[in-house]
């Protein structure tokens, strides 16, 4: 007997649908949602992974996500203790400045990338304990993200670090930078996905970076993470700490209510359903956030995240409002039951949240008149804005010089973004930057000597921008691509094996002089004589050759002639000339004395100038131990009339102060008197101000280098015994160091003098715009004169001008701000790139503090002392640390240390209540 088995379409459809369903979830299950997780050092297999025993996600290995780079694992003494497979191994970069892991994402797509370092002493040369800073940089994409601080942090411990940002393009790019101060390294790398309309304030201009993240109420493990987040974000738990009366936790297992249209960050439910309240004799809750001891909160820009779900009854009688730092933030926020209210700051960041003295912020919730109950909260999210304000290369050009890279086999140190930031810029390479908010474009490319073997890349030729190409002296073979050359004004293919016809398109264009081509020492050449074959392309040239060609000689004669005349003195080389000029007699002073040998060997034959000034040059130096210098080396001609030159270096050889630069030690040779200071990476003040729009100060970076400068003349005027008057205060001897900290430098004209407040009968000195008027009546300089200088200075960093204007005629700046302000308001002096951003009674303090300083009469303008206690009144009195921390990174403290699958340490966090 046959049977037969049949099924309607309908029912068809419904398998169809479920054989569906269990594919999708098994690819999330798989792909983890496009999860990209990482293990950097570990040396798998090519292709192969494991899964992490705690979380169940895949980890690959790094090898075809960065170049370079060397894999290690942690000292063994560590390794039985590692809470997981990717704390056992890293990749450490001790070569180069930047190098880059590029990671897979979507132009505009939304991501979480989690980085983890885990020392663990795998150098075995107890970086993190010795004493010495241990600092590398971090950057997402083409943006500064922060600094990572090991410095006397426990070997066996991990630090993590959390940013949301927007991918900019289809590679998202992590790099870490070498700041001098350790080798950077990384454990593991950990992309995330997030939803399109989660996170609505993140931008191709600002990601945020992590500071904490926390849930309420009971938690069954101290961090909370993936699969309970489909995000993987980590949730720390507050009942780890405070689980006693007053407060009380509160949990339901009724869903939460989700309206998709204002649930734009996806908290978990099983976080929701749980929440932390108090009795309710008492009216408000404080939460205190403490973030970590080594960060510089100076000027840090915070977004709180407020997560509410009313879970306590149907009916509840709960209303409260949110307060931080004594601002209403949120007024009236009176919950429904289930459903879920996540709130947070629209349109701004908060600045100047931190109580004063400490590294500490806090969050009020308080119960308004005629609510029954005390405020709730289910979590809480806490972030710090990261600027993405530079530029990513025209995604073409990067397409187009990887595909170059990829075809000659390339070895360079190519990673990263080819054009930014600026000091990173790919070896070779010549960008251009002059299209305000555009893309950078590659315009030059200059591989000349490279050891290129093969035929040309299609890719030059296909870039758009690209003006000059240089691949002479290479071993290039084949025929030149035929391809219309839009922009290309240089073509230099001299010195190599290249063959065959010349492209009509190409020889056009050198015909009318609209490309110049260069193809000597190529067998093309050998077929004919061309005019790109010789490097006389017309008469013109060979008439200049004729005149330039005499001209080289007699020139060689005269320099032949000076050597002759150098030679004679002694043939003992330079060294020795120099030698016997050194000063038998050294200072008695505790700082080091360099001969003239070691400036040279120090700055490379004195190669690279920093600044220059009436005093002589100023060159970058490099010491033994790798600390870098500025060598400021006197004029020759003012060598016999620098007799104050020892004596100044006795004085500054005293003087020590945080907003001083260190002097390091000094030359003393009877052909060469020079000073080495400590080297300031950002440049001076005045560069920063009217260097362009490549980085712009906001209003509290102002005020805090003010109240740096302000602090060192202080002390010069009122701790130095004698006391020291600088005599030259201007903002291009306001030094900055990698943090934005003011450094006074320049003492080349400061003088010692024993009562700060009288006269002292010298020479004039200063700089025009920036001296003293009474000086010109009384011929008497005394501490108020760096008073007045620093009015100027203060009134610069105002508004963003130079002390003497052209307006159209010649104006001093305080004349200009009084015009300014008589026919409009004070905010018509206020530089314009700070948009506006700026605190209007802030303003109006730092203005009047500034003329007070630039008063005619001395009497008139008030002490540094009195210049330090007003500028601190603009600011919160927030101590500087001399480095920044990772965010998300507590303090190193035996309160703070918790283990857990990632050994991290967590901040000192509180919750304080009352009646």
Same mark, same amino acid.
């Given at each position: ?91 450490? @970069? ?106 609505? @304030? ?23 993470? $993936? ?6 974000? @980590? ?430 030690? $000094? ?102 715009? $920036? ?145």
């Amino acid at each position: 007997m046959a049977s037969s088995f049949s099924c309607s379409e309908r029912t068809k459809l419904t398998w169809m649908l479920a054989l569906l369903l269990i594919l999708v979830m098994m690819l999330r299950v798989d792909g983890q949602s496009g999860f990209l997780s990482v293990d950097c050092g570990w040396t798998g297999s090519a292709g192969s992974t494991y899964n992490d025993s705690a979380t169940g996600l895949p980890y690959d290995s790094d090898g075809k996500f960065m170049e370079g780079g060397l894999s290690s694992k942690i000292s063994a003494e560590f390794i039985a203790d590692a809470g997981n497979e990717q704390q056992k191994t890293l990749r450490s @970069f001790p070569d180069g400045k930047r190098n880059c892991y590029t990671l897979p994402s979507a132009i505009g797509k939304k991501f979480l990338l989690r980085a983890m370092f885990s020392y663990g002493n795998y150098d075995g040369l107890n970086r993190s304990m010795d004493g010495s800073p241990f600092i590398f940089g971090l950057h997402i994409g083409v943006n500064f993200w922060e600094t990572v601080n090991l410095t006397n942090l426990d070997p066996s411990l991990t630090l993590w670090k959390e940013v949301l940002t927007m991918a900019p393009a289809n590679l998202l790019s992590f790099c870490l930078i070498n700041l001098g101060s350790g080798t950077p390294f990384v454990s593991s790398l950990e992309l995330r996905p997030l939803g399109d309309a989660m996170y609505p @304030f993140l931008s191709t201009y600002v990601s945020v970076s992590y500071l904490r993240r926390f849930r309420f109420g009971d938690a069954a493990e101290y961090i909370t993470r $993936y699969p309970v987040d489909n995000y993987d974000r @980590f949730w720390a738990g507050w009942s780890f700490s405070f689980n006693t009366y007053p407060w009380i936790s509160l949990n339901t297992s009724k869903p939460v209510n989700r309206l998709n249209s204002i649930d734009v960050f996806q908290v978990p439910e099983v976080i929701l359903q749980k929440a932390t309240t108090l009795d309710t004799n008492y009216s408000f809750m404080e939460v205190s956030v403490e973030v970590g001891s080594n960060l510089d909160i100076r000027g840090m820009e915070l977004l709180p995240i407020f997560h509410f779900t009313e879970i306590a009854g149907d009916i509840p009688n709960r209303t409260f409002n949110v307060y931080s730092a004594d601002e209403l933030l949120f007024q009236d926020v009176s919950l429904s039951p289930m459903r879920v209210e996540s709130m947070y700051p629209t349109n701004r960041f908060l600045t100047n949240r931190f109580l004063s003295g400490s590294n500490t912020t806090s969050f009020m919730l308080r119960k308004v008149p005629g609510s029954k109950l005390p405020p709730l909260i289910n979590a809480l999210e806490v972030y710090s804005i990261v600027r993405t304000d530079n530029l990513t290369t025209s995604s073409e050009d990067v397409n187009y010089m990887k595909e170059v890279k990829k075809h000659y086999n390339l070895g360079r140190n190519w990673n990263g973004d080819p054009c930014s930031p600026r000091e990173y810029t790919w070896e070779g390479l010549t960008c251009d930057y002059s299209n305000g908010n555009q893309n950078p474009r590659i315009v030059r490319v200059n591989m000349s000597t490279s050891k290129l073997r093969g035929v040309l890349a299609i890719s030059f030729f296909m870039m758009a921008s690209l003006e000059n190409l240089d691949l002479s002296h290479n071993n290039l073979t084949g025929t030149i691509p035929n391809y219309e050359l839009k922009s290309l004004k240089v073509l230099n293919l001299s010195y190599n094996q290249l063959d065959g016809p010349i492209p009509n398109s190409i020889v056009q264009r050198f015909q009318a002089g609209l490309l110049d081509l260069r193809l000597e020492g190529n067998p093309i050449c050998s077929k004919g004589k061309y005019m790109y074959c010789s490097n006389t392309k017309n008469s013109k040239h060979v008439m200049l050759t004729a005149v330039i060609v005499p001209v080289v000689l007699v020139s060689l004669l005269v320099v032949l002639g000076v050597l002759w005349k150098v030679c004679q003195k002694g043939n003992s080389g330079d060294h020795e000339d120099y030698d016997i000029y050194e000063e038998e007699t050294p200072l008695h002073i505790d700082i080091r004395r360099f001969t003239y040998v070691e400036l040279k060997f120090i700055t490379k034959d004195f190669q690279s100038i920093i600044g220059k000034g009436g005093f002589g040059t100023v060159y970058h130096g490099i010491l033994e131990n790798g600390d870098e210098v500025a060598v400021k080396v006197l004029m020759e001609t003012s060598i016999a009339e620098s007799t104050d030159f020892l004596p100044e270096v006795q004085t500054l050889s005293k003087v020590h102060h945080k907003n001083l630069v260190t002097l390091a030690g $000094y030359c003393q040779n009877k052909k060469c008197l020079a000073l080495v200071y400590d080297f300031m990476p950002r440049g001076n003040l005045q560069q920063i101000l009217r260097g362009g729009d490549d980085y712009t100060l906001n209003w509290e970076q102002r005020l805090y280098i003010a109240l740096d400068a302000a602090q060192g003349l202080e002390y010069l005027h009122e701790s130095c015994t004698p006391s020291v008057v600088h005599r030259d205060v201007k903002t291009p001897n306001i030094l900055l160091d990698k943090n934005l900290v003011g450094i006074i430098s320049d003492f080349g004209l400061s003088r010692a003098f024993n009562d700060a407040h009288t006269h002292i009968s010298t020479v004039a000195a200063g700089t025009l715009g $920036y001296l003293d008027p009474e000086y010109h009546a009384t011929f008497q300089l005394t501490v108020k004169t760096d008073v007045y200088s620093f009015g100027i200075v203060l009134l610069e960093i105002i508004t963003g001008q130079p002390p003497v204007l052209v307006n159209p005629q010649t104006i001093h700046l305080p004349n200009w701000i009084r015009q300014k302000i008589a026919t409009g308001s004070i905010h018509d002096v206020v530089d314009k790139r700070l948009l506006d951003q700026y605190d209007a009674s802030s303003l109006q303090s730092v203005v009047d503090l500034a003329m007070m300083c630039v008063e005619n009469a001395t009497i008139d303008r008030p002490t540094m002392i009195e210049v330090v206690s007003r500028l601190k009144a603009c600011l919160p009195e927030v101590p500087r640390l001399l480095q920044p921390t990772i965010s998300g990174v507590p303090p190193i403290s035996s309160e703070g240390d918790f283990q857990f699958d990632y050994t991290g340490r967590m901040s000192n966090t509180s919750l304080l209540s009352g009646r």
